[in-house]
């Protein structure tokens, strides 16, 4: 989940807080996981929320989005032209082709983790596996690109290179973020460059990484529900996200199974 105003300052994790973090992170890994598995044609988005929540719960876990500034659900389930912070329904039933984008937060032990995945319904249409393809590279360049003694902006850099150079778009109105006891802490973390700018990234910072590619222009407009975010040229978007560690020997990624 990206917003786009933080005011808080950057916090450094111990070790002994990263590795509550990475146990966030794998339970939301877990339900990502399970929530791709079951979204086939006939499910609604609402059936995939009780799952995750389920899941979470049982894993000893909070979901981190409900309630989280009132929203309602435990994922954020945004098809097609929708970028992100869909609102789960039991009236949103998948469809063949469809492009389903699933973020999740869990809360361990008073610690976060946060990750997204894009998953195509069935047989893919208009395309979007190159997309869903495109996106997910993106996030590793990212990542990549979370180096210690770097800056915040050679993330955003890394992803917007790779975005344009393969003809697509990155969202500029929302962004990833720092994350810890608080699912937002600072500092944003943009999809796009110029690199050599924003906090320099240091041992024990962790962020959220989120790049969101649109098949058309980057540009959004936001639906009347008070969440969701769709591509304002009604073109297919994809999004994914990691929480990632920045370590002395290299990014480490926190949302894995």
């Given at each position: 989940?990206?917003?786009?105003?933080i005011k808080r300052r950057v916090t450094l994790k111990s070790?002994?807080?990263?590795?509550?973090?990475?146990?966030?992170?794998?339970?939301?890994?877990?339900?990502?996981?399970?929530?791709?598995?079951?979204?086939?044609?006939?499910?609604?988005?609402?059936?995939?929320?009780?799952?995750?929540?389920?899941?979470?719960?049982?894993?000893?876990?909070?979901?981190?989005?409900?309630?989280?500034?009132?929203?309602?659900?435990?994922?954020?389930?945004?098809?097609?032209?929708?970028?992100?912070?869909?609102?789960?329904?039991?009236?949103?039933?998948?469809?063949?082709?469809?492009?389903?984008?699933?973020?999740?937060?869990?809360?361990?032990?008073?610690?976060?983790?946060?990750?997204?995945?894009?998953?195509?319904?069935?047989?893919?249409?208009?395309?979007?596996?190159?997309?869903?393809?495109?996106?997910?590279?993106?996030?590793?360049?990212?990542?990549?690109?979370?180096?210690?003694?770097?800056?915040?902006?050679d993330i955003g850099q890394a992803i917007e290179d790779y975005?344009?150079?393969?003809?697509?778009?990155?969202?500029?109105?929302?962004?990833?973020?720092?994350?810890?006891?608080?699912?937002?802490?600072?500092?944003?973390?943009?999809?796009?460059?110029?690199?050599?700018?924003?906090?320099?990234?240091?041992?024990?910072?962790?962020?959220?990484?989120?790049?969101?590619?649109?098949?058309?222009?980057?540009?959004?407009?936001?639906?009347?529900?008070?969440?969701?975010?769709?591509?304002?040229?009604?073109?297919?978007?994809?999004?994914?996200?990691?929480?990632?560690?920045?370590?002395?020997?290299?990014?480490?990624?926190?949302?894995?199974?």
């Amino acid at each position: 989940m990206g917003k786009t105003q933080i005011k808080r300052r950057v916090t450094l994790k111990s070790q002994d807080q990263l590795a509550l973090m990475r146990e966030a992170g794998r339970i939301v890994a877990e339900a990502l996981d399970l929530v791709s598995r079951e979204a086939e044609p006939g499910v609604s988005t609402l059936e995939l929320d009780a799952l995750a929540e389920a899941h979470i719960r049982g894993r000893g876990a909070i979901p981190s989005f409900k309630g989280y500034r009132g929203f309602p659900a435990t994922l954020c389930t945004s098809i097609n032209d929708e970028i992100v912070h869909g609102i789960p329904s039991a009236r949103r039933t998948l469809r063949d082709g469809d492009l389903l984008k699933v973020d999740c937060g869990a809360i361990y032990r008073g610690w976060q983790g946060d990750a997204a995945v894009t998953v195509v319904v069935g047989t893919p249409r208009d395309g979007a596996a190159r997309l869903v393809e495109a996106t997910r590279a993106a996030l590793d360049r990212g990542v990549a690109a979370t180096q210690a003694g770097g800056y915040v902006s050679d993330i955003g850099q890394a992803i917007e290179d790779y975005a344009l150079g393969l003809g697509y778009d990155v969202v500029r109105e929302y962004c990833g973020h720092g994350i810890g006891r608080d699912l937002h802490e600072e500092p944003p973390v943009p999809n796009y460059g110029p690199p050599g700018n924003g906090p320099q990234l240091v041992p024990g910072m962790v962020l959220c990484i989120e790049p969101m590619l649109n098949a058309g222009s980057g540009e959004t407009d936001a639906l009347n529900d008070g969440w969701t975010v769709r591509t304002k040229d009604g073109r297919l978007s994809a999004h994914f996200e990691h929480t990632v560690a920045v370590t002395t020997s290299g990014p480490r990624v926190l949302t894995l199974p």
